[in-house]
């Protein structure tokens, strides 16, 4: 069973900066597509940013903000988080792709508030 295991989150000042991990149980290279979502209270999950094969993508509100990267080596996936708003207050959740199997992390609390 692929596991998808989150750290990063935290308290942040508005225009700060934070750098998510994802760390994944097997090689990354096994995933099609790897990537973040966010879901503030009350609202639906949506993607952040994607990895697919060579190519990345962004949702409109961070582009810009937020950068996704990948460490083969290390099996783990970042989001770099950059001039952090209010608006970006979410859990923020690691998402896998693989053979048709939809993988999630638990998931990690980014809070942006002065």
């Known amino acids: 069973q692929v596991q998808l295991v989150e750290s990063g989150g935290g308290l942040v000042q508005p225009g700060g900066s934070l750098r998510l991990s994802c760390a994944a149980s097997?090689?990354?290279?096994?995933?099609?597509?790897m990537g973040w979502y966010h879901q503030a209270p009350g609202k639906q999950r949506d993607l952040v940013a994607v990895?697919?094969?060579?190519?990345?993508n962004y949702a409109d509100s961070v582009k810009g903000r937020f950068t996704i990267s990948r460490d083969n080596a290390k099996n783990t996936v970042y989001l770099q988080m950059n001039s952090l708003k209010p608006e970006d207050t979410a859990v923020y959740y690691c998402?896998?792709?693989?053979?048709?199997?939809?993988?999630w992390g638990q998931g990690t609390q980014v809070t942006v508030s002065s």
């Open positions: 990895l697919t094969g060579g190519s990345t």
């Open positions: 097997s090689s990354i290279f096994n995933f099609n597509a």
């Open positions: 998402y896998g792709f693989s053979l048709g199997v939809n993988y």
